[in-house]
């Protein structure tokens, strides 16, 4: 299944900074069997946006945090066209 997370106060975030981060969690990521796919941040709100197939929320956190970056909100996308 999808899910979009949301990692709130990361205002000021550079593209360097979001590469790093999400090279972090792909780093990791078999050992949950999550596949992070694309991650988007906006620097002047503080919110960073990442997709990823996994095979439950928790694991997607499990990632995030063992990466150091927590996620706020963890959502399923169960629909896409």
């Not at 990442?50 to 706020?72: F, K, N, Y």
Request: proline share 6%; glycine share 4%; with cysteine.
């Amino acid at each position: 299944m999808k899910f979009m997370d949301v990692h709130h106060g990361m205002t000021g975030i550079t593209a360097d900074q979001l590469k790093q981060a999400h090279d972090a969690d792909l780093a990791i990521q078999e050992e949950e069997r999550v596949t992070f796919e694309t991650a988007w941040a906006d620097p002047d709100s503080g919110l960073v946006y990442c997709l990823s197939e996994a095979p439950d929320a928790d694991a997607v956190q499990r990632i995030h945090q063992r990466a150091g970056h927590p996620a706020d909100e963890i959502h399923p996308v169960p629909l896409t066209v």
